[in-house]
């Protein structure tokens, strides 16, 4: 922080001590007296006297906000500039404990920057209105979409039901979510794309043959693409008078239908960002294309198979092999390369939205996480460990804080990501990436192989070779579990007022029996003295 002072002025601090002793004349300066680099004047700070000190100050260029009378200084009355830059240290967390301090506090912290920061490093932009402003009514603040998001996290921890999609004909190889638009796609052994409502779990729309095994699929509200062992991309262009974005079953039309071809072996991957297209593919090539020309940009060599790639800024990460890369998207270079990842290849990857964590799932049922460092040189290291599964984790998605997993042994595996970040920050990075972290959750219900799943908001798409698609919903599970606490509350209440109504019974029947018990006393020693009284008046 910079606080601006008058350029002609200048404190400066004197060494008097020596001066004393070579000249005893000079008078020897007071404490509270400050030199002007000028040497023209000395001001004279009194304590005693509060005006002329702040006087002395207005003249130096230093200004201060005089505290009230018997009023001590506090946090917020240090500049805002000060306290924005304080706040900016606190983790969510803390900062939500700050703001239960007083109101000055919970106004900072409510409206403070820092929330925007949060919710972009873990969730990307959001879909919904933003308000830039603290006093727009209708539009929810950062902080309140940040607490809403993270609330919402917890559903993956509740009571679920499974929704069953059917439609194609055999094996399913790829599942894509396109969460903004709660629409799923997937594709696999019958060479059709079919669209998915994912809120309603009804099919709306399905393309015609491709012509080959379509092993990839990506979307976002612009484009379609759809990849397979053909080595073509096809792509369907948004339909803006579509509510559903694409028109998969109309007739082909060149305005909105390409195909792309290039590669000269199977497409096993694909990737959208803002201006480009990623393919992967078995030819041991990963192409990046231009959105809007449809033209190759740039051919990134491998020396195995390509499994997956995941973009993000200016980077991408791929799997080939045994090995994962680290590839600048602009020029081509590689940028780090991390060998023997896994035991066998590594088929499937994930990334944070901020491109530091990335994820591998391998044919020896690990799952890793590693740490992407880009300062100088680019750096890969290895944090932690997942083994969940007993076959190949043949895909991977994640959304913060939830990486899931599907595995040819039929599982899902759900891994909550926040806690290990936390002690991983305290932890040594030598003993950190040998030790095997457990899933927080297992889901089950497939009998064979699960090829491809995607993540939403409160819901679990997959599918594989059973040729069917599932759709694990969550969207109830705080409800429920909100109902069953309140019933669990009902139960322990009229529990405790049952035993109350037994401690008070109690109560009173033995005050019943011991005033039966002194009756029964009083009864006796009256009917002793009335046969005393009998038995001397029939002596008599």
């Given amino acids: ?68 009378p018997n009023h001590s200084r506090s946090f917020t009355d240090l500049p805002p500039a000060l306290v924005s830059e304080i706040l900016n240290f606190l983790d969510p967390k803390e900062l939500g404990i700050v703001s239960c301090v007083s109101t000055s506090l919970y106004r900072l912290a409510a409206e403070h920057h820092v929330w925007k920061e949060f919710y972009f490093e873990r969730w990307g932009h959001p879909a919904t209105a933003v308000s830039l402003e603290p006093g727009c009514p209708n539009e929810k603040s950062w902080k309140e979409l940040f607490v809403e998001r993270e609330f919402r996290s ?87 008078q579509n509510p559903h974005l694409f028109d998969l079953g109309a007739p082909q039309n060149l305005d909105t239908e390409f195909r792309l071809w290039e590669h000269v072996g199977p497409i096993t991957c694909l990737a959208l960002d803002f201006t480009k297209m990623y393919s992967g593919s078995w030819d041991m090539t990963i192409r990046i294309w231009d959105r809007s020309s449809l033209k190759c940009l740039n051919v990134l060599l491998h020396n195995d198979w390509v499994w997956s790639l995941v973009p993000h800024d200016t980077t991408v990460g791929s799997t080939a092999g045994n090995c994962v890369y680290i590839w600048e998207t602009n020029s081509g270079c590689q940028l780090a390369v991390t060998s023997n990842a896994h035991t066998g290849n590594v088929y499937s990857l994930a990334r944070s939205h901020t491109g530091k964590l990335l994820f591998t799932g391998g ?37 913060f804080p939830w990486l899931v997993s599907a595995s040819s042994d039929g599982k899902i595996s759900l891994i ?72 669990r509350g009902k139960r322990v209440e009229n529990k405790m007022r049952r035993r109350k109504i037994q401690a008070e019974t109690s109560i009173r029947g033995g005050q019943e029996e011991q005033c039966s018990v002194a009756a029964k006393k009083d009864q006796d020693k009256n009917g002793w003295h009335s046969k005393r009284r009998v038995s001397g008046k029939l002596k008599a």
């Fill in 1 to 68: 922080m910079e606080f601006e002072c008058q350029r002609d002025t200048k404190i400066v601090l004197k060494d008097t001590s020596t001066n004393c002793f070579d000249n005893p004349q000079t008078e020897k300066p007071k404490p509270d007296q400050l030199f002007l680099s000028d040497n023209k004047k000395i001001e004279s700070l009194d304590a005693s006297n509060p005006e002329s000190a702040s006087k002395a100050n207005g003249k130096l260029g230093i200004h201060f906000i005089e505290p009230l």
């Fill in 416 to 487: 909550d990501v926040r806690e290990l970040l936390k002690t991983k920050k305290n932890s040594s990075s030598s003993s950190s990436s040998k030790n095997v972290e457990a899933p927080q959750r297992m889901l089950h219900g497939f009998k064979c192989n699960l090829f491809s799943v995607g993540i939403g908001f409160d819901r679990i798409v997959c599918a594989g070779e059973e040729g069917v698609v599932r759709i694990w919903n969550f969207s109830q599970a705080l409800d429920i579990e909100q109902r069953v606490r309140a019933s």
């Fill in 363 to 399: 044919e020896d049922g690990s799952i890793h996480m590693f740490e992407i460092n880009r300062n100088s040189k680019c750096s890969v290291r290895k944090t932690a460990t997942w083994v969940p599964h007993s076959g190949p984790v043949y895909s991977l998605a994640f959304e």
């Fill in 154 to 240: 917890k559903t993956y921890m509740g009571r679920y039901s499974i929704d069953t999609m059917y439609g194609h004909k055999e094996a399913v190889r790829t599942v894509f979510v396109l969460v903004s638009k709660k629409l799923v796609f997937t594709s696999g052994y019958d060479q059709i794309v079919r669209m998915w409502d994912m809120e309603e779990g009804l099919s709306i729309a399905y393309s015609k043959p491709l012509g080959c095994t379509i092993r990839a699929v990506a979307a976002d509200s612009r484009l379609l693409i759809a990849g397979g062992t053909g080595g073509f991309i096809h792509g369907w262009k948004v339909n803006d």
